[in-house]
């Protein structure tokens, strides 16, 4: 009887201990799977990763777990959600690179989020064989650099004339053009008349213009009067008013008379010219007779 009892506690203590590695193996629905078995340092390769959760929850990847035991996430695509039953199976691809040489081990690291609750959770561990890109006998320094050698397809020895000729021909085209507009600018700058030459006053026409224009006659007393005046004595007759050349002539020695009589004919023409008076006929025949005397007087 304690024999029969010895053996049920001993399968007893047996299905105890194997009972939660059964239920440890049944409750890991997630799955990891690499896609090679070995790698150089740091190239890329393709994680597929299946994650289960309730139907409220979602999965973010953590690259900076430690369990990834120096392998890089390179970028992370979610593939799809399945259902299944009361949960939900994520699929990811992970791009992921290593950087610890030898016979490696890890486990990607998701967090679970389910409303305001995180749950790390580590997934199955994958292994493989990453290799360094040294030869097993590279010396671990830096080799010097090649010289440099000359490549084919080096410039030409031309370029550089060719520049110059280009830029001296550039300089010509600008200035021959600059030529060219102020051509044309000075063709259409309005051609002045040709100045007619310099006439000698004279009294000629005066007894005409006395009829018909006294204005111009007056005028043209005046202008005869003071050329004759001014290129006789010296004086800038042009310049002075009548009553200012009668005392400069005062002053020159001319004769006193000679003096009152020019400055009253030229007083007379102001009056006319500028003041519009007409004089009678007989005054005005008389003023012609007048600056006549005065002109012809050597």
Do not use: K
Not at 5 to 13: G, K
Not at 90 to 117: I, K, S
Not at 159 to 171: F, N, Q, R
Request: aromatic share 6%; with cysteine; glycine share 6%.
């Amino acid at each position: 009887m304690s024999r029969r009892l010895i053996l049920a506690a001993l399968a007893a203590l047996s299905l105890f201990a194997v009972l939660p590695f059964s239920l440890a193996t049944a409750q890991t629905p997630d799955r990891s799977e690499l896609t090679a078995t070995s790698s150089l340092i740091g190239e890329q390769h393709i994680l597929r990763i299946e994650v289960v959760t309730p139907p409220t929850a979602r999965v973010e990847v953590d690259p900076a777990a430690p369990d990834w035991n120096g392998v890089a996430v390179v970028s992370v695509r979610a593939l799809d959600n399945t259902p299944e039953g009361n949960a939900v199976r994520h699929r990811f691809e992970l791009v992921v690179a290593p950087f610890q040489p030898g016979q490696q081990t890890f486990a990607p690291t998701v967090n679970v989020v389910d409303g305001v609750t995180v749950q790390s959770r580590t997934l199955p561990a994958v292994h493989w064989e990453v290799r360094s890109t040294l030869a097993p006998d590279a010396p671990l320094t830096l080799s010097p650099l090649p010289d440099p050698v000359a490549i084919d397809g080096a410039g030409s020895a031309l370029i550089g004339p060719a520049i110059a000729s280009g830029i001296v021909a550039g300089i010509l085209l600008l200035g021959l053009a600059a030529w060219l507009i102020a051509r044309r600018l000075r063709r259409r700058e309005p051609e002045l008349p040709p100045a007619e030459p310099f006439r000698i006053p004279s009294l000629d026409g005066a007894e005409q213009l006395l009829e018909h224009d006294p204005v111009a006659a007056y005028r043209l007393l005046a202008s005869t009067v003071r050329y004759h005046v001014g290129n006789r004595y010296g004086l800038p007759a042009h310049a002075l008013t009548a009553r200012e050349l009668q005392h400069r002539m005062e002053s020159s020695g001319v004769d006193r008379w000679q003096a009152r009589l020019v400055g009253g004919l030229l007083h007379e023409c102001e009056i006319v010219v500028f003041a519009r008076y007409i004089p009678a006929r007989e005054r005005r025949h008389g003023d012609l007779t007048v600056a006549r005397e005065i002109v012809g007087v050597e």
